[in-house]
Structures are given as C-alpha cells and as structure tokens.
C-alpha cells in the first residue's frame, strides 16, 4: 500500500515510518512541516529506502495536500501531524487551534475530493486514520476506564483541540462517506520522543545532574504504551480496522508520575551511576502544578484485542529500560535538540 503520513518526522509518526519501511512492504510518504518537534534525523534509518519519500509542508496548505495526494496517490491517509504538548497549549493555544482543527479540516477535505475521483473499488478501500489521544475523555478518578463510548470532556486546550478534531473526523465520515478511522491513543515513550515530554526531560535532566520536576504532588496517573506498540496497533488498525470505527490504544500500565521518575532514577543508579555515588531521586523537586492538571487517564483497550488481535507487547519495567538505554546511547539525537530548539526549561506557567 502508499500510506501517506502527516506529522511522520515526529516522535510516533517516525516509529510508524520506521516499522513501516523495515517490517513492511508498503511505500510511505512524510508529509510533515518540520516545527520544532519535527526531527528529521529520526527518519534517518529509514531515509534511503526507496520505499520512503518526504515533502516538507504544512497540512494547513490546502494545495499542498492536494498535490500530495494527487502525485502520491496514497490508499492511506496517517494523520499524526498536530501540536502535541499540553504544556505549550498552555502558554500558545493559537497554534493548536491552528494546526489541530484547522489543519485537520484542510486534510479532510483535500482527502474528500482526491477520494471523489478514485475509482469504486479504489474508494471502497480508502482510509482515512486519525490519531487521537485519550486526553479527549477528561479525567477519572481513582475507579474506571476509557471506552470508546465515553463522553468527551477535553480540559486542555490541547485536548480541546484534539476532541474538535475528532468530531470533525467522524462528521466527514458521516456526512460525505469518506472511510474514516479514529484511534485515541494513552501515554506513549520510547526512542526519539522530544525531550518536552515527562520522560526524556527525565532522563535528560538526571544525567545533567539538574533537579527532576515532578508537578503538583507527582500522584497524577498516566497509562503508558511503548511506542513501537502504537505503531503496530496503528498499523492493525489501517489495515484491518472497519471504516468508521473507533479504537482506544492502551499500555495496561498506569503509573503515577512520581513512579515513573522513581523507575527512571533507579535505572540509572544501576546503568550509570552518579559519579558521587549518591541516588538519582536526590535530585527530585516537586514544583507547582500544572493548571488544570488532569488526574487519573486509564483505557479499556479491549476493542482492539478482540476485533484486531491487538495487545501490548512492552511492559513498562522492560521499555523504561530499554528507553533509558537508548537515551544514554543517543546523546547526539537529543544533544542537537537541547542545543538548537529546547533546553528543558518550564513550560507552560505563562498563560
Ligand atoms: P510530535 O509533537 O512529536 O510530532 C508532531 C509532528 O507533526 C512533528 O513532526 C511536526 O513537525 C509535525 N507538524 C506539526 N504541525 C504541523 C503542520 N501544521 N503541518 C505538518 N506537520 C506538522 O507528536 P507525537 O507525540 O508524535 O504525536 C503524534 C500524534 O499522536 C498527535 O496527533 C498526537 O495528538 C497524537 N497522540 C500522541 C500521544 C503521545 O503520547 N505522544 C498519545 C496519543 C496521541
């Protein structure tokens, strides 16, 4: 198949990339307008396949997507690209708005119209896969899961604009007929994630010997899928899933976040010790929360086992090592970043 995929330079959409080109035979093409979170050299394994194209754009260009679709005459659609950091949405929700509703709008009607002018059979095997985030649900207490069914109840500005996006998805399914999917997705790690997010800023920050900010009371719940487990789930989903439907994607691994940084300091006690002998969570420091911090996410992902055959493959002890590993093996991908883009300073204290 040609799987085009927006926002392919990013943290899950390289992962899709990469598996798609060196455990698949499909052809993919990276739609992607590299802002700072894009990160070409996360493509870089895959970069001279000639199964593997990239165009630099922005979904938010119509004509751009028109051309894309119209030259690469893809039989998916991978819509990943959006701003994805809660944080950020809190200082600059504009851009969210922007890239995620906007430019979700721009790519389904671009993908309306390439659609219109395939033929039956072409259409009928079409699709179009948005991925989404759990964060669209709201918040849970202590009891209780996501469903596909849940009510949507978006908090963040980023959730907010992920939920808006999602309807959009659904209304083009409904009313124009376009082959849709949509998969909301819990936390995900793993290589090559930008050091914005919990746990690379982690990793990051410890082996920096700078202090390791847990918010709030780091008692805040997150269920964590390993990347590569996304991917294959998305790809399951794109090729198996039936048009219209939706599919949670979950790790089966709530954490609280102060457990997580505690599992990252203790692998590195291990890995790479400090050179004064002293333990990683020395450096922890709670530090004010984020506004409107979500509590507890959790996700009933039981759709997708019995429909595709999905389940995680990962558990978190095995990927928090093996990212953690990767990390302490990868200085230049994330040493480049730290120097050009983000140097792991707070965000998202000045709305
Ligand atoms: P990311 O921030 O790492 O990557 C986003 C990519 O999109 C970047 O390569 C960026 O350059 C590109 N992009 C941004 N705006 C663009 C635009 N206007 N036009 C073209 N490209 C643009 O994000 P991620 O963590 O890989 O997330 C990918 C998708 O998965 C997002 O839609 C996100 O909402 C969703 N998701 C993420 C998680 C998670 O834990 N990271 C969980 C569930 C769902």
Redesign the pocket.
């Known amino acids: 198949m040609r799987i085009l995929v927006?926002?392919?330079?990013?943290?899950?959409?390289s992962a899709l990339v990469r598996r798609l080109i060196e455990h698949t035979d499909h052809e993919v093409l990276v739609?992607?307008?590299?802002?700072y979170?894009?990160?070409l050299s996360s493509l870089a394994p895959v970069a001279d396949s000639d199964r593997y194209r990239f165009v630099q754009?922005?979904?938010?260009d119509a004509e751009a997507v028109a051309q894309a679709l119209a030259e690469f005459q893809p039989q998916v659609v991978a819509h990943?690209?959006?701003?994805?950091?809660v944080d950020r949405s809190i200082d600059g929700p504009g851009a969210f708005v922007q890239?995620n509703l906007v430019?979700t709008f721009v790519m389904l009607n671009q993908a309306l119209g390439y659609w219109r002018g395939l033929s039956d059979a072409d259409k009928a095997a079409f699709r179009f896969h948005h991925?989404?985030?759990?964060e669209v649900f709201g918040s849970l207490g202590d009891e209780g899961f996501f469903t596909e069914t849940t009510p949507y109840d978006p908090r963040s500005p980023y959730s907010a604009s992920?939920a808006g996006s999602d309807h959009l998805v659904r209304a083009w399914g409904h009313t124009y007929g376009l082959p849709v999917l949509v998969t909301n997705?819990?936390?995900?790690y793993g290589p090559y994630h930008?050091p914005e997010?919990l746990i690379p800023l982690i990793i990051i920050r410890a082996l920096n010997g700078e202090p390791l900010p847990v918010y709030g009371d780091g008692s805040n719940v997150r269920d964590w899928l390993f990347v590569d487990d996304h991917a294959r789930a998305l790809q399951a989903v794109f090729e198996r899933g039936a048009p219209g439907e939706t599919y949670n994607v979950g790790g089966n691994a709530e954490r609280k976040n102060i457990e997580v940084v505690q599992a990252i300091c203790a692998i590195l006690d291990e890995v790479q010790p400090r050179g004064d002998g002293k333990p990683y969570a020395e450096q922890i420091t709670y530090v004010t929360d984020r506004p409107g911090h979500d509590q507890r996410y959790a996700i009933d992902a039981s759709r997708i086992r019995d429909d595709l055959g999905w389940t995680p493959s990962v558990t978190f002890e095995e990927g928090i090592g093996r990212t953690v590993r990767w990390y302490l093996e990868n200085r230049e991908w994330w040493g480049d970043i730290l120097e050009a883009r983000y140097a792991t300073e707070r965000l998202g204290v000045n709305g």
């Open positions: 927006t926002g392919g330079a990013g943290f899950i959409g739609f992607d307008k590299l802002t979170a894009g990160v754009a922005d979904i938010c990943l690209a959006a701003e994805s950091h890239t430019g991925i989404s985030t759990d992920k997705c819990s936390n995900n930008f997010k």
